[in-house]
Every structure is written in structure tokens, then in C-alpha cells.
């Protein structure tokens, strides 16, 4: 009869195996060679986290090619939104954005927030009437194009589902379009363009 040795049956060398999911909780055990031979235990989630630290998790997009516009002096959603469940609340999340706007008069005002749930991100302190915001985008004329880039490294302080997404508002009297400019000339001078929004998981 044949013999099975220990590190044969802890390998499941003549035995059926079964199929198992680990979990972030589960409990790994293991010898350090360079400790003595101690036994340690650690959880998976503490092994990725001490083996991730500062890198990136996962990379999560939404675009959108169609086109909007708003006449609207406060803040309002531009269609462009993201969800992400980060893996531990101790990670940050980087977004990234790139909008491409139009407006009718290189004198106007366009306001654009990166909102995390319903909470604006590195918006200016508060100033008398001054409109706070992430980002503003001006000097762009009636037959022209810009693009606003925020970019903000976030705490969402939860392993929970946060979505993000970018909101935009104007200055009174002001147009404001995404991905076209204002004139629209139905011809090869005007354009049609895609905006986007990436969010980045960062390990602590």
C-alpha cells in the first residue's frame, strides 16, 4: 500500500479535492523561514494590502458622445457618471476627467464640479457671491471648442459603492454645450467630440 506524506496530503495528492472562493477574510497560514519557522496567520485582505500598497486596484470609464446643454445657473448632472466599489475604505480613488464644452461668447462662464454621491470635490472656499466650483472654463468663442481636465485624488473613506460624476452650471445669460460648440454649422469646420470620466482605485 502506498504511502501518502504529510506534504502530499497538504497538497491533496490522492485525495478529492474540493473548489473553494476565497474571501478577504479568509485566514491564510503560513511558516516564515526567515523568523525562526514561526507560524503566521494573516487574512488575504491584509496580504494584498501589505503586497499593493500605492498601486492600482482597478480602472472604471463612462463616456458620452451625444451632446447636451444647459442654461442653468446651478449645478446640474452632465451625464457623465462612474460608480466604483472600492476593495478597502482605507484606499483613494483618483478621478480624471476630460470635458469638451462649447459656450456662446468667449466672455461667459462655465462652472464644472466633481461630485462624489452629492458631495462637490476641491471646490475654492467660499467668497462673498463668488460661484465655487472645481474647475472653470471660459475664453472659448461662439464657433470654438475647449476642454476642462479635472483631476483630484479622493478619500471615499468606504468599501461601499460611491459614484462619481461631473456636474456644470453657468454664469447668467450664458450657453453652455457639451461636445459641440455653439455655432453648430452644419458643416466640416464644426465638430462633434466625446467627453469622458476615469476613476482609478489606489491601494493604501
Known sequence: MAQT???????GVGTALTDHTITASDVITFADVGDSNLTKKDTVQGVLDLASGGK?????????????????????DTGLSVAI????????????????YGQNGAAANTFFNVVR?????????????????TISATDVGSGNAGTATPMILDSPSTASEVTYKI?????????????REHGDSDDSNATRMGSSIIVMEISA
Open 117 to 133: 454621491g452629492s458631495t462637490a470635490l476641491l471646490i475654492g472656499d467660499a467668497a462673498s457671491s463668488r460661484t465655487r466650483c
Open 85 to 100: 466599489t472600492p476593495a478597502s475604505s482605507s484606499n483613494k480613488v483618483l478621478v480624471t476627467a476630460m470635458i469638451n
Open 56 to 76: 492600482v486596484l482597478q480602472v472604471l470609464t463612462a463616456t458620452k458622445t451625444d451632446t447636451a446643454s444647459t442654461t442653468s445657473t446651478s449645478m446640474g
Open 5 to 11: 506524506t504529510l506534504d502530499q496530503r497538504m497538497l
Open 167 to 179: 456636474q456644470w452650471q453657468v454664469q447668467s445669460g450664458t450657453t453652455a454645450y457639451i461636445n
